[in-house]
């Protein structure tokens, strides 16, 4: 294994006493929020986030120092949330640094919210991270008694109060206006934008947003400054990145890197490669709403501006890898049906096209489908993307569109192989796929399919050479 | 429709009713009304862990969340009084408090049994082997399969609830389940019958399964980096 990790925010992880305050303090931990309080002024803080260059590690990739920038100078309540509602299918590096390290993120709150004058925090964590959210409670309550929370923090006349917020399961709410309004007790409903949340947020004040892994990283750069963070990474993606590997894969799990190792390293270093006898056919690489890649990109770097360049995002850091077992069409209608579940309802791109878009893949694979569907499925996805209040439906669309364009003989495969022969093909598993009924019901149902399929090139099966007219 | 008195020559045209399912929750009293404390009988518990919740906010309502958990944890699900009663301690209306539980697929509107699996069959969990998971512990627990993938079924003896879920988070465990709220995997179909008969008997379950068991992947690494030895940040 010729690549190794760069630790920073998962350095000593596999101590269990960095989780409790004296563990991280023994490591150093606090010394930085000291430091902060005694000698930097808030706006040193901000200069030096900003000169980092770190980009928001929950997905949209913006400048985090920017962010903070952002927020109006002034005496009126500021609020912070950390984003932990971590639910994007192949997403669990947040877990497991607010399991192994709740400490190092509650520096960086704290340290975030002296920098920006803010004097209410929140952790907004998924329900389903139940054990998680009691070990940041036991932390939290650890840092208050330290002092590091609360009135008049070491003296300094900044106040924090920090509240841990168990969110009920809805991948909405990872959503940054969704999330406030969860946050505000009502349904996570996402907000218009503008006005943003750094202008008018959480309880109409001005609130800073920032993913758990974000503000993992603000106590480092604030300790060591930005140019020790810029030794990392790549020019315009400086630091490390926790990414979580998982699927097809001999050795899933969270691994953290420089940015800019390539993809190859990732996922046949790290993660050992496909599972025996297999290979890669394809991977989202940032999650299940990125635009898949093929395998003649793994030697592309892992990096926010080359996974732009290749049509597809970083996002939060998420490799799935699908196998050449996989079916791709039935991988899409996976896809899609995580979204529809998790449409909120409220704009009617995302709720109809989520809807009609399983709809049309769940036609695919009973081979009811012609190949003019997949431009229909095309054209829905186009027609959701950018029009909707939150990027959630875009989030199908994307790697619908990819799965659709770069594996577009397998789905006309699937279409044609399973309107003639009533199963669907290339492996065993999707015969026992959750409400699709496998095969033609009847004859009638036969030949309407046979007929929608003139003209197009079947594969060969000596039932249709018999049976097909050819045009 | 208390309006509408048909004449005698009227001809029912036999249309489809829509008629929601509110089993087991019909509205107790007027949901659009703020319910007294006094009339609602709320267990103290409950009344005092709804205002500690409460009073972390800067907005009383943003406690309508951990409310919630607090109604589900007191009766085992979210029960129409118990959701009452919450109104009442935190004065909004049922209503409100309904459209909040209704939006949340954690909250659970109807009874679930002592103990509830969740069983993951996103992505990741389905390229290994989630589908045949969540057979699995639909055939121990004795649970309808096709339920169990739209919402969740309860075993034959009304004890347990299993139900297929989307990504809990845990890709790294793939295939998972979440247990009373705690992480096991990867499981293997044979998991399902071990579970499902230690939770009817009490034990613990799949011990060496759980997540938190886990070390990272890459194992401890210790980097001669200079860059990361001189750091003078946390995680010396």
Known sequence: MSIVETRILLRHANDPELATIDGYRSHGGYSTLEKAYDDLEPDTIVHELEESGLRGRGGAGFSMGKKVSFLPHGNQTKYLCCNADESEPGAFKDRELMQRNPHQLIEGIVIASYAAGISHAFIFIRGEYDIQADILDQAVAEAYEAGYLGKNILGSGHNLELVVHRGAGAYICGEETALLDALEGKRGNPRLKPPFPAVQGLYGGPTLINNVETLSNVSHIVANGADWFKSFGTEQSPGTKVVSISGGVRRPGNYEVELGVSLRDLIYGLAGGPLDGREVKAFYPGGSSSPVLTPAELDLPYSFEAMAEAGSMLGSGSIIVADDSVSIPHMALRTARFYHHESCGKCTPCREGTYWTVKMLERVVRGEATPMDLDIITSVQQNIIGHCLCVLGDSMAMPVSAMVNKFRNEFEEVIAHAAINGLPTTDGREAQEDGVEPGPGGVGLEVLRRERLMGRPLPESPQAAEEMPRA | ?236
């Not at chain 2, 103990?115 to 992505?123: F, G």
């Not at chain 2, 379950?205 to 992947?217: F, S």
């Open chain 2, 1 to 236: 429709m208390d309006d509408f008195t048909p004449t005698e020559d009227f001809i029912s045209p036999g249309l489809p009713v829509d008629q929601a399912n509110t089993t087991g929750r019909e509205p107790l009293g007027d949901p659009q009304e703020v319910p007294e404390l006094s009339e609602v009988d709320c267990p103290d518990e409950l009344r005092e862990a709804i205002e500690a919740s409460m009073a972390l906010y800067p907005d009383h309502k943003s406690a309508s969340i951990p409310a919630l958990w607090a109604v589900q944890r007191t009766y085992g699900w979210c029960t129409p009084e118990g959701m009452r009663q919450a109104a009442a301690v935190m004065k909004v209306t049922p209503a409100y408090l309904e459209s909040v539980a209704s939006f949340y697929d954690l909250f659970r509107l109807q009874p679930s049994g002592e103990s509830q699996v969740l069983v993951c069959t996103n992505i990741s969990c389905w390229m290994r082997g989630g589908d045949e998971l969540l057979d699995a512990f639909c055939e121990a627990s004795g649970a309808d399969r096709g339920e169990a993938g739209h919402g969740g079924a309860m075993s034959a003896d009304g004890e347990i609830m299993i139900s297929g879920f989307e990504c809990l988070g845990a890709c790294d465990l793939a295939p998972m389940a979440s247990v009373n709220e705690r992480y096991f995997g990867p499981l293997e179909p044979a998991d399902a019958k071990t579970a499902i008969n230690q939770l009817r008997t009490g034990e613990d379950v799949l011990p060496d399964k759980l997540l938190a068991a886990r070390p990272l992947p890459g194992g401890d690494q210790e980097s001669s980096d200079e860059r990361l030895t001189s750091s003078k940040g946390p995680n010396r």
